[in-house]
Nanobody, 118 residues
């Protein structure tokens, strides 16, 4: 009932920057947390960062100081500014939304490819 659409992925040289966007639509009244995850080939999907509706953030140690998440609650959109990209950042980046207070449902976008070349 919640649809997520990512954009902004692409190919970038190491040290470069990308900005990802995720727009939520559908039954969006009770979205409480949104965030970004990534999955590299052969690896488990991992949290990059998430943000609550109140603006609290939780970053993976690997991206602290390089990535910044922001959220536009009015538009149900989150952004991920990625700076100083490294080849190890290469992955499919997926937007995530958690809906509800008691019963929490998790929704995923289809993902957008980020490739960082050396």
């Amino acid at each position: 009932q919640v649809q997520l659409a990512e954009s902004g992925g692409g190919l970038v040289q190491a040290g470069g920057s990308l900005r990802l966007s995720c727009a939520a639509s559908g039954s969006i009244a009770n979205i409480n947390t949104m965030g970004w995850y990534r999955q590299a080939p052969g690896k488990q999907r991992e949290l990059v960062v998430d943000i609550t509706s109140g603006g609290l953030t939780n970053y993976a140690d690997s991206v602290k100081g390089r990535f910044t998440i922001s959220r536009d609650n009015a538009e149900n959109t989150v952004y991920l500014q990625m700076n100083s990209l490294k080849p190890e950042d290469t992955a499919v980046y997926s937007c995530n939304a958690r809906v509800g207070r008691i019963l929490i449902s998790t929704y995923w976008g289809p993902g957008t490819q980020v490739t960082v070349s050396s």
